[in-house]
């Protein structure tokens, strides 16, 4: 998995292009564990996500209706995938996924991959914000608290996983820095309040920082500002 989900699906349909059998039969032959449908749901990830993200950088309808075919192809709601030996997809819709992949690269809406400093910063992040909300547990409201471990342990999931999610992350990131964040003046003790923003800031800023204002507005334009957590 790369940090371009764009050129992650470009790759996953020229690998099913690529296999011969029926549907269903390409789709085990490609999962790598004895989920039969990894392969499938993996692919799919990377289709939404990259839909989503092209509304960045286009309002284009034709954009949009590529995507939908694929997604239709890829979900084949009126056939037996054991039987189906036909899926394809067309490869001029795959150059034209990575030239999008490209664009919204050159615009600085992806993440860059993490470093080994940063991964360490984050998930040091992480586990103080985790350590403190116990200390906190008495405090907040249990709805509060409850979506805050979430957050947190959504967040050390996908930075502790063997393939990191970098948009994902970033999303989750932001979000549970932003709502620890409103909870610090809780904190009585001042060297403890001190790490505790810090520790937010460090979700927040990894991420954010690299955004410019009018890149970020382009994300919120394009009504998918939850993918950098606003």
């Known amino acids: 998995m790369s940090n371009n989900p764009f050129e992650d699906l470009a790759k996953c349909l020229e690998l099913i292009n690529q296999q011969s059998g029926t549907y269903f039969q390409r789709l085990v032959e490609l999962s790598e564990d004895s989920d039969a449908f990894s392969f499938h749901s993996k692919t799919m990830h990377f289709l939404l996500t990259a839909k989503e993200l092209s509304q960045a950088v286009s309002q284009d309808a034709a954009i949009r209706d590529m995507f939908n075919d694929i997604q239709r192809t890829m979900l084949q709601p009126d056939v037996d995938w054991s039987l189906i030996t036909t899926v394809s997809f067309n490869p001029r ?40 909300l116990s200390k906190l547990a008495l405090t907040l409201p249990p709805e509060y608290l409850g979506n805050l471990r979430y957050l947190i342990n959504r967040c050390l999931d996908l930075i502790n996983g063997e393939e990191i999610d970098i948009i994902a992350l970033r999303s989750v990131c932001t979000q549970a820095g932003t709502a620890a964040y409103a909870f610090h ?12 923003h810090n520790a937010c800031k460090t979700l927040i800023d990894t991420w ?10 382009n994300l919120a334009s394009g009504g998918i500002g939850y993918l950098i957590g606003s």
Not at 102 to 130: D, R, W, Y
Not at 208 to 217: E, H, Q
């Open 185 to 196: 003046s809780l904190i009585t003790d001042e060297e403890e309040q001190s790490t505790f």
């Open 208 to 217: 954010i920082a690299p955004l410019t204002t009018n890149i970020a507005g």
């Open 93 to 132: 819709d795959i150059s034209m996924i990575r030239l999008i992949g490209h664009k919204v690269s050159s615009q600085g809406l992806l993440p860059h991959p993490l470093t080994k400093e940063t991964h360490e910063a984050l998930e040091m992040a992480l586990k103080t914000i985790q350590e403190q």
